[in-house]
């Protein structure tokens, strides 16, 4: 039972537009959320977060919405460059045994198209 | 360097033999996870050190997987009587502390396994 779900395994977008990448959860227990960028043969690295008391986070190009109600989050990415061509990870965190522990999703593919 | 790093980048190994990974975390981090990636999947949660201390081994898939930290801050894990399901990117993360409001996990590049 995936508790996180990125059901869009790829995205074609063209430069300068946005780029929507959904992620939906099913624990409500979940009390942070984080997107993380990946690059072929390279480890994940992170790019926002959002707590789950908020419903909105932005950091220049990158904004992330949570609906807590409906258990949906999304990255927006505007404007989409060829750059941020990677695989997008949603993760999502509770405390568990003394850390926060990260449940990912499947990854969704953005291809930025020049 | 700064960041996480893992050797070796990829190992093949014949089925049955016993491997080692090793992460080495960012100085000074407190927190060390390890997790592993299957083709098409995301990193699934495997174990996590709190300094040497191993407080959550529940994501290992069976006996045959061992992880030590034993100074606190090199961190190795072992695979023994490797078996074709163990082929996948092992991660290895790093992060700060507990508890604070900014709990970025930082990832090195991975170890990829593939077992024949």
């Known amino acids: 039972d995936q508790q996180v779900k990125q059901n869009s395994p790829s995205l074609s977008v063209q430069e300068g537009r946005i780029s929507i990448l959904n992620c939906d959860y099913t624990n409500s227990m979940f009390d942070y959320f984080l997107w993380y960028k990946k690059y072929p043969a390279e480890g994940p690295t992170f790019l926002i977060s959002?707590?789950?008391?908020?419903d909105k986070n932005e950091d220049g190009r990158f904004t992330v919405f949570l609906n807590k109600s409906a258990k949906h989050l999304s990255l927006h990415i505007v404007p989409s460059q060829p750059g941020d061509s990677a695989v997008y990870f949603c993760a999502a965190s509770a405390v568990q045994r003394g850390t926060y522990k990260y449940i990912f999703g499947t990854g969704t593919r953005l291809k930025v198209l020049a | 360097g700064a960041g996480v790093s893992q050797s070796p980048r990829y190992k093949v190994a014949k089925r049955g033999q016993d491997v080692a990974l090793r992460c080495d975390p960012i100085s000074g981090h407190v927190s060390l996870f390890w997790y592993q990636q299957a083709l098409g999947q995301g990193p699934e949660f495997l174990t996590y050190f709190q300094n040497e201390a191993q407080l959550d081994k529940s994501g290992l898939p069976s006996d045959r997987f061992f992880a030590e930290r034993p100074e606190g801050s090199v961190s190795t894990l072992k695979i023994q009587r490797t078996q074709q399901e163990d082929s996948a990117v092992y991660l290895c993360?790093?992060?700060?502390?507990?508890?604070?409001?900014?709990?970025?996990?930082?990832f090195g590049p991975g170890t990829r396994l593939t077992v024949l």
């Open positions: 959002i707590s789950s008391i908020k």
């Open positions: 993360a790093s992060s700060l502390v507990l508890g604070s409001s900014y709990n970025e996990q930082f």
